[in-house]
């Protein structure tokens, strides 16, 4: 399928991406634009190329064929560590906070280039006292965001499945990532918890311009609050456009009557 030529309102591209394994192509010539401020889904049946998609974009695969652009700048084959740098962050499936550290301290160890880490900040005690004053106020701000400022104190061992959630994507806002990459946001939790997680994310796209790219089966949940969506079956994209006509989709309908 095309991709619109104004590289300007994309955050993300690739181009004609594959991915092998043996014999296999898990990922067969697949390019997507992810637009710049928008939640996109990837979706897909099990086994459909989304997660070895997902591993390539963020360094974790190289592919056999293809480029992948973070803002126009070509980042095919950089390592995880350098991407992240790009400030593109990857949630994963499962959250792993630190059990014991409190929801705020979880917060704070996830932020970017902390002054803490250098040696050098340690000779200007003030600098540093200071630097750490706004981080705890940008963590705040994030968890007041969330719904989780009145539980700020309490340890991430004693959340339920939906605050763990809501602690992964304030983790990634830490990092001052531009493009984060959530992978089964809603997993887990229940619709109405489900549904806030949403609520969250359209939040971070109209108040702290976000984009987002999203791996999701739960799209009785998740479609409505998209703003486009890519559908991959057996390796290669299938649909790409518009989350209201999705379904009505002849090729999305028979993968999805199929399972």
Same mark, same amino acid.
Do not use: M, Q
């Given at each position: 399928m095309s991709i619109a030529t104004n590289t300007d309102d994309f955050i993300l591209k690739t181009e004609n991406i594959v991915k092998k394994f043996g014999e296999l192509k898990a990922v067969n010539e697949v390019s997507i634009a992810v637009r710049k401020r928008k939640i996109s889904l990837l979706i897909g049946p099990n086994? @459909? &190329?989304?997660t070895t998609l997902v591993n390539v974009i963020s360094g974790y695969y190289k592919p056999d064929a293809?480029? *992948?652009?973070?803002?126009? !700048?070509d980042i095919t084959g950089l390592p995880p560590h350098k991407i992240y740098k790009l400030k593109l962050v990857r949630s994963f499936q499962i959250p792993a906070p630190f059990a014991r550290l409190s929801v705020l301290e979880n917060l704070l160890v996830a932020s970017r280039d902390h002054p803490g880490e250098n040696f050098f900040?340690?000779? %200007? !005690?003030?600098?540093?006292v200071n630097y750490e004053r706004k #981080? *705890?106020?940008? =963590?705040?701000?994030?968890l007041e965001m969330l719904g989780m400022g009145d539980i700020w104190i309490r340890r991430a061992e004693e959340l339920s499945a939906a605050q763990l959630k809501l602690l992964e994507i304030g983790r990634a806002l830490m990092s001052d990532a531009d493009f984060i990459i959530l992978d089964e946001p809603i997993a887990g939790v229940n619709p109405t918890s489900a549904?806030?997680? %949403? @609520?969250?994310l359209t939040e971070l796209r109209d108040k702290y311009n976000k984009s987002l790219l999203v791996i999701e089966? !739960?799209?009785? /949940? =998740?479609?409505?609050? =998209?703003?486009? *969506? %890519? *559908?991959?079956?057996? &390796? !290669? #994209? /299938?649909?790409?456009?518009?989350?209201r006509e999705v379904m009505e989709d002849e090729k999305v309908k028979a993968v999805y009557i199929g399972e």
């Open positions: 086994g @459909s &190329g989304k293809g480029k *992948v652009y973070l803002e126009n !700048r900040t340690h000779l %200007f !005690r003030g600098k540093w #981080l *705890v106020e940008k =963590a705040y701000d994030i549904h806030e997680i %949403f @609520s969250h089966h !739960r799209l009785d /949940i =998740a479609l409505p609050y =998209a703003d486009h *969506v %890519f *559908v991959l079956n057996e &390796g !290669r #994209l /299938i649909y790409d456009g518009n989350p």
